[in-house]
């Protein structure tokens, strides 16, 4: 079963740096996956296209201080020079033959 | 650029059936999947299904005997029909586009539309 993991809760200082990170079930390590943002009573927002390799591909105005990296089963996100704005809600999704699967989400707190 | 938005009755009687619908605008609604998202009031995302192809679907095992997604290409419309609906269904739904099996990262959102289910 297609199946992401988040860590429920992350925090961070501003002005600092923090790495999320979503874990795909076993089987599935070879995964795509998206990051998506969603900040307070908003809707999400899609941040970047992340590949298995870590290579990764960003939604029209995203920030550089978003980027994606890949180790494993592991995807990680990693937001530097965190502002304010940052925080939000961070969802990975990834995607196979008929079905689209999100993970529970990391709530970031930017102290 | 694509912007989506959804439409619909913000409430909804209990064991009724819950109707919505998400305009594409600034492309053809003719190509890539179409898909339809929901969130509970404090929780997370979860897929519903999509459409693709001329009214191909897939839905969320946990929903299915309950969904039904169509397309209106005349209109650049897809519409969600959820029936029996209870307090549990009651969420801010979302619809978003993908490419495909091969690329289905939902790149852009609509900025969602709450319904309340309640007797």
């Known amino acids: 079963q297609l199946v992401l993991t988040q860590s429920p809760s992350a925090s961070a200082s501003l002005g600092a740096s923090v790495k999320l990170t979503c874990t795909l079930s076993?089987?599935?390590?070879?995964?795509?996956i998206a990051w998506h943002q969603q900040q307070p009573e908003k809707g999400p927002r899609y941040l970047m296209r992340l590949n298995t390799d870590g290579s990764h591909s960003k939604g029209d105005g995203i920030p550089d201080r978003f980027s994606g990296s890949s180790s494993g089963a592991e995807r990680y996100l990693t937001i530097s020079s965190l502002q304010s704005e940052d925080e939000a809600d961070y969802y990975c999704q990834t995607w196979t033959t008929g079905i689209r699967v999100f993970g529970g989400g990391t709530k970031l707190t930017v102290l | 650029q694509v912007q989506l938005q959804e439409s619909g009755p913000g409430l909804v009687k209990t064991s009724e059936t819950l109707s919505l619908t998400c305009t594409v605008s600034g492309g053809s609604i003719s190509s890539n999947y179409w898909n339809w998202i929901r969130q509970p009031p404090g929780k997370g995302l979860e897929w519903i299904g999509h459409?693709?192809?001329?009214?191909?679907?897939n839905y969320n095992p946990s929903l299915k005997s309950r969904v039904s997604i169509s397309i209106d290409t005349s209109k650049n419309q897809f519409s969600l029909n959820l029936n029996s609906v209870t307090a549990a269904d009651t969420a801010v739904y979302y619809c978003?586009?993908?490419?495909?099996?091969?690329?289905?990262?939902?790149?852009?959102w609509g900025q969602g539309t709450m319904v309340t289910v309640s007797s």
């Open positions: 459409i693709y192809n001329r009214g191909s679907t």
């Open positions: 978003a586009r993908d490419f495909g099996n091969l690329e289905g990262a939902f790149d852009i």
């Open positions: 076993s089987g599935h390590r070879t995964y795509a």
